[in-house]
């Protein structure tokens, strides 16, 4: 088992001091979601690590033995850097299910693999739309996390105010040297906008798609369905859409799309 999409809800309710319901703790999601401390695997390889002991069930066991797999680091990555600006959704539908949670962890395991080149932008939506970091680099990420603590949903999903001004940050950059510009919007709303809303998004869409430019949506609201109105608003520019049911299907695409290399060994 590999799955942990239990561990960040439950969480979420603990810290909002609510009742967990019994339901909700899988014992092998939360074991999955141990970091174990596996010594490190080569780069681009797969390890194998075990660990044996005396059996804390039943003393008079013969024992247990843990084997996991660790993933090593990629082996390289592209030259330059990669300005990463995330739109997030903060309206009231992020706040089921532990959605901002989710995002709240995917996003810090990404900060931590920020390279000296590159750049991070986030802008928080809900009625209102704040740019609440501009332009970050490796060093600011702490102060970024303590950002991110602070966040709290309400309201409804102000999408074309959002993504407008995301893609305005995302290509009026003003770091030095030629950087990768990486567009990620994490929302649980619906892509509903307005005909001129949609018009003005579509032709910022136009004008990014002119450089070096990528564009990629994840879909909290885990329905299962994949909203082709994403695909068509951001038909010139290269748009990827994920269904996103855990904090791995999450983090993964936006390391990929920050490192500009696949994270997927096997």
Known sequence: TTGTDSVPHVRQLVREGRQVAPNLIRTEEFLSAIDYQFAPAPPGSLAIRTAAGPSVFSPSAAGLVQIGVKAGPCRNRPSGGTHLTVAL????AMSQ?????????AFQKVLSRLGPNDRVSLIVFSDEVVEIVGEAGPGDSSQIIHLLEQLDC???ANLGAGLGQAISAAVETESEGCLRRRLALITASRPYLTQTAAAGIRRMFDEAARDDFRFAVFDLEANGTVHDDWLELASAATCTVHDVRSE?????????????APSVIA
């Open 248 to 260: 791995g299907e999450l983090c993964w695409p936006l390391v990929e799309m920050l490192t500009g």
């Open 154 to 156: 309400s309201g409804d």
């Open 97 to 105: 299910q532990g959605r901002l949670g989710l995002a709240r962890q």
């Open 89 to 92: 959704d903060t309206s009231l």
